[in-house]
């Protein structure tokens, strides 16, 4: 594989024998973009891109590396790690490659629906069918490396993104992985709702003891998808900060989502707060176009849907903040498409994608609305983006932050930065405090519905 980069036979020798030893998944994941260079006869230097890639490596491979070395040159080998983050290879966008990785878990899978049902996890989400880009690689990288080591390194394992980016897709994939390796398992995956759903239960009909058997004692891995609803729901953050550290003695692999980091969510106990952070936090961005094409074009090709690059680019182009919304709009060309008798065609996607955007297309822009509020308020653009703290500009400021998030789905850290670069929490802020006081505050609120009527009348 061309991606590894080495500069003598010894090692290229040592690199062949590890492919045999590791799934394509793994190799792919975390052997390309290294760099392997013999330093002298005693010495192999080993580059990789972070530090998380290199503890992965020497906690999992650096035994079969030594001994492959020492194997074939029947010399003993010291091995040394160097992170270089900026390595050219380090920005390329990395895609799975979508080959079918025999070793991966379709078929046990299927032999067991029963438990799979049971554990909530849905088999569409795999790692197979997860496209890696530069937005979600640490996420993913994280994932991988939680799922092959499940309680080992990073626990809990804490993902964080928007809507729509794929955390519930990776948190399925580690609970699907962790299976795959250990068949008899007992994973847990609920969302935050339905454990605050089965606390109520458990106090309402007394079963407070089934609750804490199944969540602290009959599970291996508790996933929980958008954990940030448990916050201001006090039964509910108690039980759990108990189950987590029951789990965390036991050793037992948690694994969170949200869309917000710990430290951001809103009415969080603070004792929840910091064991979320305890392990390790992975963000998950908007991708970028090509990943958004990739994802495009391999969902395509997982539905057997025709696609041209011309109409994935489209499409890709067209929407951007929501992966949800990308695969939406490809299933309903695709279905228009079959209904007309005809392909997708630019056409064809142009006119779903007037419906799937609607109002809130590609010409409401960050920058639109502030143009719209500036005018609203008499300021200039520049008085949005300025640091300076009157109320008669943080004001608008925040009106105008809190539109963008609503109505752009753009992040918080993308919002910030168009105002002058400011930090994601400043936006955070901004919104809910005009969120929280829009029922309280009759001005505010006509100057929000009027700015929100132009909004709608200008795209
Ligand atoms: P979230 O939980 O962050 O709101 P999801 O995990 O539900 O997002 O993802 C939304 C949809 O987008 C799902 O159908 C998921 O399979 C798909 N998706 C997201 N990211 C990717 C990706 N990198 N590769 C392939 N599909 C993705
Ligand atoms: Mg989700």
Known sequence: MAEVIVNNQLLLKVLDAIKTKVSDLHYNNWFKNTSWSLENEKRVLICVDSKFVRDWISENYLDVIKFELFKISGVEHEVLFKIQPNTATTHQPKFTTGNPAPSLPVKKKEENPVLRVATGLNPRYSFDNFVVGNSNQFAHAGSLAVASNPAKNYNPFFIYGGVGLGKTHLLNAIGLEILKNKPNAKILLVTGEQFTNEVVNAIRYQKTFELRQKYRVDCDALLIDDIQFIAGKERTMEEFFHTFNALYESRKQIVLTSDLLPKDIPNLEERLRSRFSWGLLADIQIPELETRMAILEKKAEEDKIPLSKEVSHLIASNIKTNIRDLEGCLVRASALASLKNSTITTELAS???????????????????QQMVANHFQLKISD????????????PRQIAMYLCKKHIKSSYPEIGQKFGGKDHTTVIHAFQKIEGTLSLDPSLKDNVDHLEKLIVQNI
């Open 384 to 395: 949005l983006k300025s640091a300076r703290r009157h109320k008669n500009l943080s004001h």
């Open 351 to 369: 006119d779903v994608l007037k419906k799937v955007v609607g109002n809130f297309g590609p010409t409401l822009t960050i920058e639109a609305i």
